[in-house]
């Protein structure tokens, strides 16, 4: 049976809590906190992918496109309309999933290569939108002024306080999905993966299962855009563009398509390495980029994630 | 009159579960399935037989929602389904086999049997994510339903194990169990016994007069004339997609038409 141990979680959103803690008595990792509420914002992403990629069997190179969605839905609603930011957030997730219904219903009928090429489009469809939209969007010199969250009248203004914020949102995803995994649905969308045929012959309704998987990735994407839109206070299009969806798919790969925990750790290492570690490369980053991944599919076909399992095997032999 | 014609209608629903009429497959100019007309009867066994390429799995195929007929009517349990999909022909209570084994073999035997269980008991998507008391309780139900199925075809101490690492014997089992899972009224087999020993082959047989008795009708193709001799109520023979026998087992035996197309013509 397929069980997601919860100890490790429990253990995981622990030291998620006493991080930032942690981070500000060492000087060294002080500013941590701040990448990590980018992590938190690509986890909601790659959790919603993981489920499609990894579970479902279906790859979508268009996540970014309702990344974008989100964002710029807060964006503008807020700037140009000066609606409640929290309202503007659920519209963001209600055009997203709307979005993901109409593309998806068509698209999710192709397999394979066919599949990809159609959300790859999508995504560029999406991101040439962003660009062109100047009255709306502000074309490629972005969107300035996006407000910050309150709730309640207390203000999230601090980087820590935004950290909580984001990573709640990442905890109830994170379990959200793990329930589903678990379950009739997380099943349903296993067979799929494993063969359609004998899915459908014991009545698992295949377009139906892919489309609720497509929009739920959507949705999550969606408020990670949103999330980030009111992080920063300014959005521009290349953030969405098709390098992210594919860096979005470099981190499920590289966390482990087939394991949830995959697609945190691939977040987070990404993260890391994009936004830290790997700035002395400059713009050789991809080159490196390129030959991790070709590690990992080489030698770890089942991602970080996959690493517990290897070394049990170990000690059974 | 039309009393007269209402009772035959029923008595045509109590007695037949499936009824083909006049169907027709053609795959570009290829006819594999011509003029196909026959009917099950409930609670019995009935074998569909014929050479290589006769049109058997293509058949299943159409009649299990995964072609739809390029003509004809089918009607399961009184009601129309030639226009439906696989999907719903399995709700409405008629399951299948594969005939190379097509198990989920990213799951356990226990979650491939659950799988099975997938139209019996429903929860919704948001339902499942929040994990309502309901979802708890109905995963139990269909956990308990599976185990029992497990039981009944032998394979209960296997529960946590691969799928793919039983043997084939097995797997053409469970495959069998996934089926009964659904809780279908028809059970349409693709080579039960293809690729078993002997042993195994047995354990096949005494398993699917085990479900006739428990009121599941079966319709099975196979090769195996000894099981199909054993087995059948009633044998069904086809050639180039075209029925040329259908009978109890010793008048299709001795029909010359069978013999001509199993061993060759003379012409």
């Known amino acids: 049976m397929l069980r997601i141990s919860k100890l490790p979680i429990a253990i995981f959103f622990a030291i998620i809590i006493c991080f930032p803690w942690i981070a500000k008595h060492i000087p060294a990792i002080g500013h941590y906190p701040d990448l990590m509420v980018f992590a938190g914002i690509y986890c909601l992403i790659t959790i919603g992918l993981s489920l499609l990629m990894g579970y479902a069997g279906q790859i979508s190179l268009c996540q970014a496109a309702f990344y974008g969605i989100g964002a710029y839905a807060s964006g503008i609603l807020t700037v140009r309309y000066g609606m409640n930011p929290w309202l503007c957030m659920l519209i963001g997730m209600g055009i997203s999933a709307l979005v993901a219904l109409l593309v998806g ?27 062109e939209e100047v009255e709306l969007t502000g074309g490629p010199d972005g969107m300035r002024g996006i407000p910050g969250l309150s709730l309640f009248g207390f203000q999230f203004d601090s980087v820590n306080k935004y950290y909580y914020l984001v990573w709640a949102f990442v905890f109830a995803a994170f379990i959200f999905t793990i329930n589903i995994i678990q379950s009739r649905t997380g099943r349903a969308l296993r067979a799929i993966h494993s063969s359609e045929t004998a899915a ?72 890391f390495l994009s936004y830290e570690w790997l700035h002395f490369f400059g713009e050789f980053e991809i080159i490196v980029y390129g030959g991790i991944l070709l590690l990992v599919t080489i030698f770890l076909p089942d991602g970080l994630a996959g690493i517990p399992g290897i070394i049990k095997g170990w000690f059974r032999n | 009159m039309v009393q007269e014609l209402k009772f035959q209608v029923r008595e045509s629903l109590e007695k037949n579960i499936l009824e083909v009429e006049q169907v027709a497959m053609a795959f570009g100019g290829l006819m594999a399935l011509i003029n196909q007309n026959f009917r099950v009867k409930k609670g019995i066994i009935k074998a569909i037989i014929g050479p ?114 039983l043997p084939l014997g097995e797997q053409k089992l469970l495959e069998i169990g996934r089926g009964l899972a659904t809780q279908p009224d028809l059970l349409c087999l693709d080579e039960p016994v293809a690729g078993l020993n002997e042993t195994e082959t047995q354990v096949a047989s005494s398993l699917i007069r085990l479900i006739r008795e428990k009121g599941i009708t079966v319709l099975l193709v196979e090769h195996d004339m000894k099981v199909v001799m054993d087995l059948s109520d009633e044998i069904m023979v086809l050639n180039y997609g075209e029925k040329i026998a259908e009978g109890p087992p010793e008048q299709v035996q001795n029909d010359p038409k069978v013999i001509e197309a199993y061993l060759g013509g003379e012409d």
Not at chain 1, 112 to 122: Q, S
Not at chain 2, 153 to 158: A, E
Request: charged content about 15%.
């Open chain 2, 52 to 165: 290589n390429g006769a049109g058997k799995t293509t058949l299943f195929n159409v009649i299990t929602g995964f072609f739809p007929p390029t003509e004809g009517t089918i009607r399961f349990k009184g009601q129309a389904i030639e226009h439906l999909k696989a999907h719903d022909i399995a709700s409405r209570g008629l399951s299948r086999t594969f005939q190379t084994v097509e198990l989920f073999d990213n799951m356990t035997v226990l979650e491939n049997v659950m799988v099975g269980c997938h139209t019996r008991i429903r929860s919704s998507f948001l339902a499942t994510g929040f994990k309502l008391p309901q979802v708890k309780r109905k995963e139990n139900k269909i956990k308990e339903k599976a185990m029992d199925i497990l039981e009944f075809i032998n394979l209960k101490d296997k529960f946590n194990e691969p799928a793919d690492s």
């Open chain 1, 105 to 131: 219903a068509p698209s999710l009928k192709l397999k394979g290569h066919y599949l990809a090429m159609a959300t790859l489009a999508f995504g560029i469809i999406v991101f040439i939108i962003f660009n």
């Open chain 1, 200 to 271: 459908s012959a014991m009545g698992v309704n295949i377009s139906r299962f892919k489309i609720i998987v497509f929009i739920y990735g959507a949705v999550l994407a969606s408020l990670a855009g949103s999330l980030y839109a009111h992080y920063l206070n300014f959005i521009n299009p290349s953030t969405f563009d098709l390098f992210v969806s594919i860096k979005l798919l470099i981190m499920i790969a590289l966390g482990g398509m087939h394991q949830i925990w995959g697609a945190i750790i691939g977040a987070f290492l990404i993260t």
